[in-house]
Structures are given as C-alpha cells and as structure tokens.
C-alpha cells in the first residue's frame, strides 16, 4: 500500500478509485431500482401483491418482478393508448396471468383513466384467480375478469384486442398468439419464457444444435424467430427488443406486434414463404403452425 517512498503505491490508487466509484454507482444503482421502479403505482396495491413487505421494503426477487412489469406496462402504454383513441371498446388480455402483476399494474397505471378499456386475466391455477379476483375487487378495480382455465381451452364472447404474455410458459405463449388470432387482436406484446418444444425437434447432426446447450438455446431464438414471421405473416408489424437489462432476466426478449396489413400482403405472403424455408431447413413441426401450410 505505501512505498519505500512513504507514497500511496499505484496499485492502492487504482483499487481505492475502483471501489469508490463502484459503491457509487452501486448506491445509485440502488436509487434507481427503489422508489423510482413503482412511481404513480399504488403503495397499498403493492403491499397487497407482496410485491412491498408490510413495512415498504422490497426485497431482491420482487424488486426484478416489479422492475420487469413497470418496464412492460410502459412498453404497451403507447400501444394502447393509441388503439383506445380509435376505438371505444379496448380489451386486454393477459394470458399465463400468474398473481396478475401485469394486470393489476397496468389497470393502475394506465387502464384506470381509459373507461372504454377492460384487463382479462387467464390463468390455469384456479388459488390465483381467486386471491386476483379479491383484490379487483377490494381495490374498486372494476373492469378486470378472471378466467380459470387452460388459454388453449378457452372461449372468449368478445375480441381480444391486445394479447399480452409475460414469462407464460413453454407453449403458453404460442397458444396465446392463437387466441389473439382467432379473436382479432390488433396487437401482441409477448414476452416469452423458456420454451423446449422446438428444441426436442432439432437434429444433433446439425452443426448449430450439436451441443446440448447450444440445441436449447438455438431452438428458443428458432421458436421465437417462428413466432415473428409466423405474425407477420398474419399482416402484423414486428418489434423485437430487450425487455430490461440481461442482469435482471434471462427470459428478456420483448415481442410486439401490432397489425398494419392483412395475410395476403405481399409482405405477408414473403413472410409466410420464409417460414416455410425455415421450417423445412430445421425440419421443425411446431404446434403454432398446425394446419398454417394446409
Ligand atoms: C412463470 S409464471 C408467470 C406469471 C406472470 N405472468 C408473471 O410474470 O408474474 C407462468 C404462469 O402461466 C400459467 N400457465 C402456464 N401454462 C398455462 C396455460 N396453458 N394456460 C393458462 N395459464 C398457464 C402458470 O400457471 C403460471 O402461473
């Protein structure tokens, strides 16, 4: 630390400037993924989520949930903003719901002031529909509906205008997509989880998927790849971003959609041809596109 010299060696120099800023930027990093992450959303609602402890604390798991949620309610904000103002009915639908995080953050933040606008939740495990269900209604949140059911098994009695997934799980997000479809969603915002479907159908003769790990990790860019083309190919828009930074999720990949055009489009028709390339190269049968090419 100190040299013959009697001066501060360089290396302590180093170090002590290294440490310094890290614990700044540390504690900044602190500010930010505080109070900041829930700005404009209820305290109490986030007490009632167990998203805050009793005393407004968040501890590490809660706080990459909330800051997963705010970030995708911000994300489709504008989306649904921009469909409300065209159109007097809005429904959004949350598919893989889980304890309807989304929901309820998004009826908060955005859905509350548009009254033309309704949340559907779907979720398969009836314990959280019903806790969901109690805090709609202790929290006046009158226009959200809880389904109880498999998404692949369920009927809706109206359009799903906005289909929304976050982290639903293996094939959740794919069935999603078919409901959106059937139910003329004018917009996707997905988030995926990991999805093993695809990659169980890859060859390991094929030099990208030889390895265990790389077969898992090309068959989820595959799948997602698939679902892009397979939207547009249905007429809509596709952006792909990052959801939040890697270092909070690894299941981070943003998918929205929004329907500009219709299945025969020219631009539709070139995605619906490149699908079937890519189908036919990876010799991939995905639930997504049973009966697409008939
Ligand atoms: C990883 S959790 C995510 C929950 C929530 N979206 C969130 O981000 O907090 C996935 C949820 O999807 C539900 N789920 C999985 N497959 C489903 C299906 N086919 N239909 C409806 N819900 C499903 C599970 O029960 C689970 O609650």
Same mark, same amino acid.
Request: proline share 2%; hydrophobic share 40%.
């Given at each position: 630390?100190?040299?013959?010299?009697?001066? @501060?060696?360089?290396?302590?120099?180093?170090?002590?400037?290294?440490?310094?800023?890290?614990?700044?930027?540390?504690?900044?990093?602190?500010?930010?993924?505080?109070?900041?992450?829930?700005?404009?959303?209820?305290?109490?609602?986030?007490?009632?989520?167990?998203?805050?402890? =009793?005393?407004?604390?968040?501890?590490?798991?809660?706080?990459?949930?909330?800051?997963?949620?705010?970030?995708?309610?911000?994300?489709?904000?504008?989306?649904?903003?921009?469909?409300?103002? #065209?159109? !007097?009915?809005?429904?959004?639908?949350?598919?893989?719901?889980?304890?309807?995080?989304?929901?309820?953050?998004?009826?908060?933040?955005?859905?509350?002031?548009?009254?033309?606008?309704?949340?559907?939740?779907?979720?398969?495990?009836?314990?959280?529909?019903?806790?969901?269900? #109690?805090?709609?209604?202790?929290?006046?949140?009158?226009?959200?509906?809880?389904?109880?059911?498999?998404?692949?098994?369920?009927?809706?009695?109206?359009?799903?205008?906005?289909?929304?997934?976050?982290?639903?799980?293996?094939?959740?997000?794919?069935?999603?997509?078919?409901?959106? @479809? #059937?139910?003329?969603?004018?917009?996707?915002?997905?988030?995926?989880?990991?999805?093993?479907?695809?990659?169980?159908?890859?060859?390991?003769?094929?030099?990208?998927?030889?390895?265990? @790990?790389?077969?898992? !990790?090309?068959?989820?860019?595959?799948?997602?790849?698939?679902?892009?083309?397979?939207?547009?190919?249905?007429?809509?828009?596709?952006?792909?971003?990052?959801?939040?930074?890697?270092?909070?999720?690894? +299941?981070?990949?943003?998918?929205?959609?929004?329907?500009?055009?219709?299945?025969?489009?020219?631009?539709?028709?070139?995605? =619906?041809?490149?699908?079937?390339?890519?189908?036919? !190269?990876?010799?991939? +049968?995905?639930?997504?596109?049973?009966?697409?090419?008939?």
């Amino acid at each position: 630390m100190v040299t013959e010299q009697g001066r @501060l060696s360089n290396s302590f120099i180093k170090d002590f400037v290294r440490y310094f800023f890290l614990d700044v930027r540390y504690k900044n990093d602190m500010k930010i993924q505080g109070e900041e992450l829930w700005e404009g959303t209820s305290t109490a609602l986030l007490k009632a989520l167990h998203i805050l402890t =009793r005393d407004g604390k968040l501890n590490l798991d809660s706080r990459r949930k909330l800051k997963q949620v705010h970030h995708l309610t911000r994300l489709i904000e504008p989306t649904i903003n921009k469909l409300a103002s #065209k159109n !007097e009915s809005l429904n959004i639908v949350d598919v893989g719901a889980g304890k309807s995080y989304l929901g309820f953050i998004l009826y908060d933040l955005v859905l509350q002031n548009l009254t033309g606008t309704k949340l559907t939740a779907i979720e398969s495990r009836p314990e959280l529909i019903e806790t969901s269900k #109690k805090l709609a209604m202790e929290s006046n949140f009158n226009r959200m509906e809880f389904i109880c059911s498999k998404v692949e098994e369920v009927a809706l009695s109206e359009n799903a205008d906005v289909v929304c997934t976050l982290h639903a799980c293996d094939t959740a997000t794919d069935d999603a997509i078919l409901l959106g @479809l #059937k139910n003329h969603a004018r917009a996707f915002a997905l988030v995926p989880c990991c999805q093993a479907e695809i990659a169980s159908q890859l060859s390991l003769h094929h030099a990208l998927t030889r390895h265990p @790990l790389h077969k898992r !990790e090309f068959g989820s860019h595959l799948t997602n790849v698939i679902r892009c083309l397979f939207l547009n190919a249905h007429g809509f828009k596709v952006t792909v971003t990052e959801l939040v930074g890697w270092e909070h999720s690894m +299941k981070n990949e943003f998918i929205l959609a929004e329907k500009i055009s219709t299945p025969d489009h020219p631009e539709s028709l070139k995605a =619906r041809a490149q699908l079937q390339e890519l189908v036919n !190269e990876f010799q991939v +049968k995905p639930k997504l596109l049973v009966g697409f090419f008939d």
